[in-house]
Nanobody, 127 residues
Framework: QVQLVESGGGLVQAGGSLRLWCAAS????????MGWFRQAPGKERGKERE????????????YYADSVKGRFTISRDNAKNTVYLQMNSLKPEDTAVYYC????????????????WGQGTQVTVSS
């Protein structure tokens, strides 16, 4: 069982930066691939949930959606049971609730079918 808690969301102007983090419980964090998803306003959870980024268990492989490539960076610290999402050059269209996800499979953590989810943190980018 893995419990995930996201933090770091907030309000930022376009062009600004935010850093999200997701703290995981349990001693098997390093066994899990981790991912970030987002859901824009007006989208019911489970529908239109968009993949943002993912990282494998060791941090040696990362994956990004085309919409965030070059602006967002995913990283992890297995000693702290934490995964991060550094978001730079933010745009109003990045406004969404951001969710952290965990799965033993790097393939599954890039899909909405990932095994474990956090409750989300709101990111709002003003124009």
């Amino acid at each position: 069982q893995v419990q995930l808690v996201e933090s770091g969301g907030g309000l930022v102007q376009a062009g600004g930066s935010l850093r999200l983090w997701c703290a995981a419980s349990g001693r098997t964090f390093s066994s899990y691939a981790m991912g970030w998803f987002r859901q824009a306003p007006g989208k019911e959870r489970g529908k239109e949930r968009e993949f943002v980024a993912a990282i494998n268990w060791s941090g040696s492989r990362t994956y990004y959606a085309d919409s965030v490539k070059g602006r967002f960076t995913i990283s992890r610290d297995n000693a702290k049971n934490t995964v991060y999402l550094q978001m730079n050059s933010l745009k109003p269209e990045d406004t969404a609730v951001y969710y952290c996800a965990a799965d033993r499979s790097i393939g599954d953590v890039t899909t909405p079918g990932a095994e474990y989810w956090g409750q989300g943190t709101q990111v709002t980018v003003s124009s």
